[in-house]
């Protein structure tokens, strides 16, 4: 696995870059938010990088921060969404935004990004909450508190609950965001759930 790489810039093409890493000319994709704060052609710089390996390539992804590098390998871990659309994700919003909308709920933000649908909305919602609660010590994120953060949480524990009983991610989410659920348990919401099923 590559993980880092430091060398000269010798073509710059959004997303895409050829880095000089003595005498080896490595391309590299990288989100805009990276892109954007590389130097010049011909000026050194340090990327921290994923390698995709597949059947008919090898693609090679550069982030100025690990941070960027962490989010990309969760997104790859989503159903549905590849390195390109990863790529894609973090050119439209910086890593800090994506988090907050994810820990929010807001599908609005996510669909507005390019390549992101309702569907994929939900599902980056759904799949990533937990995800981002177990790498924002590493990148650094202020959890998300609100006024009904436990609340949440016993949601949260009924979703998952539900996903292990059979149901589709969306759908669970879709049971257990309908009930009224102020001051009820994991355990009353998931059998409430049921019920209406």
Same mark, same amino acid.
């Not at 790489?5 to 997303?15: D, F, S, T, Y």
């Not at 009983?165 to 589709?168: A, D, I, N």
């Not at 759908?171 to 965001?177: F, H, N, Y």
């Given at each position: 696995m590559i993980g880092r790489?430091?060398?000269?810039?010798?073509?710059?093409?959004?997303?895409d870059l050829v880095l000089?890493?003595? =005498? $080896?000319?490595?391309?590299?994709?990288?989100?805009?938010?990276?892109?954007?704060?590389?130097?010049?052609?011909?000026?050194? @710089?340090?990327l921290f990088t994923h390698l995709v390996v597949r059947e008919d390539a090898q693609l090679l992804y550069g982030f100025a921060t690990t941070r960027e590098r962490l989010l990309f390998r969760s997104l790859l871990k989503v159903? =549905? $969404?590849g390195a390109k659309l990863a790529l894609t994700i973090l050119s439209g919003?910086?890593?800090?935004?994506?988090?907050?909308? @994810?820990?929010?709920g807001d599908a609005d933000s996510l669909t507005r990004l390019p390549g992101v649908g309702k569907k994929t909305a939900e599902r980056l919602i759904?799949?990533?909450?937990?995800?981002?609660?177990?790498?924002? =010590?590493?990148m650094g994120l202020k959890p998300v508190v609100s006024a009904a953060a436990s609340l949440a949480g016993a949601k949260d524990e009924a979703i998952e609950a539900l996903i292990s009983?059979?149901?589709?991610p969306i759908?669970?989410?879709?049971?257990?965001?309908v009930l009224d659920s102020d001051g009820l348990t994991t355990e009353e919401l998931i059998r409430l759930a049921l019920q209406r099923k």
């Open positions: 790489l430091r060398g000269i810039i010798l073509e710059k093409q959004a997303p000089d890493v003595q =005498g $080896v000319g490595y391309e590299v994709a990288a989100p805009m938010s990276t892109f954007c704060s590389l130097p010049a052609i011909n000026e050194e @710089v340090s159903n =549905g $969404v919003s910086d890593v800090d935004d994506f988090s907050r909308s @994810v820990q929010e759904i799949e990533m909450r937990d995800r981002l609660k177990d790498i924002s =010590g590493a009983l059979g149901y589709k759908e669970a989410d879709k049971m257990i965001r």
